[in-house]
């Protein structure tokens, strides 16, 4: 049990860099920060005026807090089975 518990923590470890491979890659910085402008832009006086800009502007917000929501998630679950194998052994 405890050569399993090894090889898990070993598995569970070198994912790390996997996820951080899929961080860079869904570009989640510039998510970020593209999140935050239109987060920024949507409180401006006026900017229900346009209705078709507003929409897209918040159907953009939602797309990107939906990836980051998920990558989040995905990094939390990681964190936790990290956590785990460290408690069990």
Not at 56 to 66: G, P
Not at 78 to 83: A, I, Q, R
Request: hydrophobic share 35%; proline share 1%; net charge negative.
């Amino acid at each position: 049990m405890i050569v399993e518990l090894e090889d898990f923590k070993q598995k569970i470890s070198g994912l790390q860099p996997v996820l951080e491979s899929l961080k860079n890659a869904l570009k989640s910085e510039d998510d970020a920060q593209e999140l935050q402008k239109l987060e920024a832009e949507s409180t401006l006086d006026g900017f229900w005026n346009d209705l078709d800009n507003s929409q897209k502007v918040l159907q953009r917000i939602k797309q990107l807090s939906n990836k980051n929501e998920k990558y989040d998630k995905l990094a939390a679950g990681l964190s936790d089975l990290t956590t785990l194998c460290q408690i069990a052994i």
